[in-house]
T-cell receptor, first 109, second 113 residues
């Protein structure tokens, strides 16, 4: 079993849709949970991070962590074509990050 | 631009050649990480530095790979006797004090022919 599991998609939605992206993990030592956005042939860009169970909101993005279920989510409201990218979940203890495979999202105008 | 920079952005080399990549982190960030990303996968940890000290190396980092961070500033990653399996995007990230705030550079895309 991989430490971090993420459905690679691809996921295709119409503009304005609510998008839900998810990851599960197996390592209870993970304390920090991040979401990165990666455009084709670019480096990952940090979107959101959290280190506790619960929700964290930033504009159209909401990150949710459920440590008891070892499950994290990213919700994107009112999705835009510019949100089309690969979304990577990442998590760690205090140093290196362990990434999921990434979910490729396409938002169609 | 005060972000992480990497050079070169692309490198094509023949199998058996040596290659060296450079990473310039965000100024004053004391931690620097190297990751490798292959098509359809997330980045995988290779190694990291706290200032000039290399503190951890992944099992992915074979003897052909070496990394340095002289004076705790920029870092270099060298691959000796490249193999086709080394073809990947090599990403550098820097962190100023919190593991959840790792900022990535644009990456160096290596193609070994």
């Amino acid at each position: 079993q991989k430490e971090v599991e993420q459905d690679p998609g691809p996921l295709s939605v119409p503009e304005g849709a609510i998008v839900s992206l998810n990851c599960t993990y197996s390592n209870s030592a993970f304390q920090y949970f991040m979401w990165y956005r990666q455009y084709s042939r670019k480096g990952p860009e940090l979107l959101m991070y959290t280190y506790s169970s619960g929700n964290k909101e930033d504009g159209r993005f909401t990150a949710q962590v459920d440590k008891s279920s070892k499950y994290i989510s990213l919700f994107i409201r009112d999705s835009q074509p510019s949100d089309s990218a690969t979304y990577l979940c990442a998590m760690g203890g205090s140093e290196k990050l362990v990434f999921g495979k990434g979910t490729k999202l396409t938002v169609n105008p | 631009d005060t972000g992480v920079s990497q050079d070169p952005r692309h490198k094509i080399t023949k199998r058996g050649q040596n290659v060296t990549f450079r990473c310039d982190p965000i100024s004053e960030h004391n931690r620097l990480y190297w990751y490798r990303q292959t098509l359809g996968q997330g980045p995988e940890f290779l190694t990291y530095f706290q200032n000039e000290a290399q503190l951890e190396k992944s099992r992915l980092l074979s003897d052909r790979f070496s990394a340095e961070r002289p004076k705790g500033s920029f870092s270099t990653l060298e691959i000796q006797r490249t193999e086709q399996g080394d073809s990947a995007m090599y990403l550098c990230a820097s962190e100023g004090g919190h593991a959840y705030e790792q900022y990535f550079g644009p990456g160096t895309r290596l193609t070994v022919t």
